[in-house]
């Protein structure tokens, strides 16, 4: 009989891709982590890792158990959800997370609705970055996250999440009152190639959406400035430091002395839903991804 706790312990090897790291997030010692992973080798008679330089890897053998961990992990979500179902309505914690944005335009008004429809539903928001999102997930301290597709992210046929396209937020061409495009309805992306730039920061999952959105205008943005928050760009643009593409559903500072402009190209960001596989028919995770499908459907315009 295979512990699922000892499986748990080699899946998280797998996700955070150390021992240490893995035994970190489950608040073990590295030591007993590795000799979970140990008893379960002895357990099932197979090498689980193999040394690699000063770390080690999975073998062949444990990633054919994961792809079976992964399977059993689903169907404990499923289980989870026909027990829940019984109970009626949905109930009981659900913690959300998401990026800045995705809080203030989509789960605080989700919260909002839930606790409305459902008060027996307690429902909790956390801000999180993307990356750490799916390790929230993952370990359990959440049920659904709204996140940007990357390509750090997960493969969408990743065994241990479902994830689901939620919406497109179309970038907006940000300029500076007076600035000779302030008057257009729409720009094309391509007239703003001699301009001064302001991009998100390396670290940002914008940045990459940003210079590919340049580059398949024809460009390559001269960025002098670099900002990690929306709003903080745009008082950049106010200032006259640059032009900016900004997400249409970011927040900024009202009166500002900017225009933003729509886009012919359409350069955009995909947002995501994300559950572990099998969680999104719990009755409570149904519950919320419906909410938020019929509020994606109208906050971008």
């Known amino acids: 009989m295979i512990d699922l706790r000892r499986l748990h312990v080699l899946r998280a090897v797998a996700h955070y891709g150390t021992v240490t790291a893995a035994a970190r997030a489950l608040h073990f010692t590295p030591s007993a982590a590795s000799q979970q992973i140990r008893q379960l080798a002895r357990d099932l008679g197979v090498d689980l890792l193999e040394p690699q330089g000063r770390g080690v890897r999975l073998t062949t053998a444990a990633e054919s158990l994961l792809t079976h961990a992964d399977a059993i992990q689903a169907r404990w979500e ?3 959800r026909d027990l829940r179902a019984e109970e ?7 913690q959300v997370i998401g990026f800045p944005v995705a809080v203030s335009v989509l789960l605080a008004p989700l919260a909002a609705r839930l606790r409305d429809r459902h008060p027996r539903l307690a429902v909790r928001i956390r801000e999180a970055v993307v990356p750490e999102s799916f390790d929230l997930l993952f370990e359990g301290e959440a049920d659904l996250a709204v996140v940007e597709a990357t390509p750090q992210n997960p493969s969408m046929a990743d065994a241990r999440f479902d994830q689901r396209p939620l ?7 940000v300029v500076p009152d007076g600035h000779p495009l302030a008057a257009r309805e729409s720009v094309h992306l391509g007239e703003a190639a001699r301009e001064t730039w302001i991009a998100p920061v390396p670290e940002s999952p914008c940045r990459l959406q ?3 959105a340049c580059g398949a205008a024809g460009f390559a943005p001269d960025v002098v400035h670099h900002a990690h928050d929306w709003d903080v760009t745009a008082h950049l643009v106010a200032h006259g430091l640059g032009v900016a593409l900004i997400p249409r559903l970011a927040h900024l500072t009202p009166h500002l ?6 886009c012919a190209d359409r350069p955009h960001r995909k947002l995501l839903t994300c559950t572990r596989r099998g969680a999104h028919r719990r009755p409570a995770v149904a519950a919320a991804l419906a909410e938020l499908r019929d ?3 109208a906050v971008v315009t």
Do not use: K, N, Y
Not at 167 to 173: E, I, M
Not at 257 to 262: D, K, N, Q
């Open 257 to 262: 002395p900017i225009t933003r402009l729509p």
């Open 78 to 80: 499923e289980a989870e």
């Open 210 to 212: 940003v210079m590919s």
């Open 167 to 173: 919406l497109d937020d179309p970038f907006d061409l």
């Open 88 to 94: 009626g309505a949905p109930a009981g914690p659900l």
């Open 295 to 297: 509020l994606a459907s």
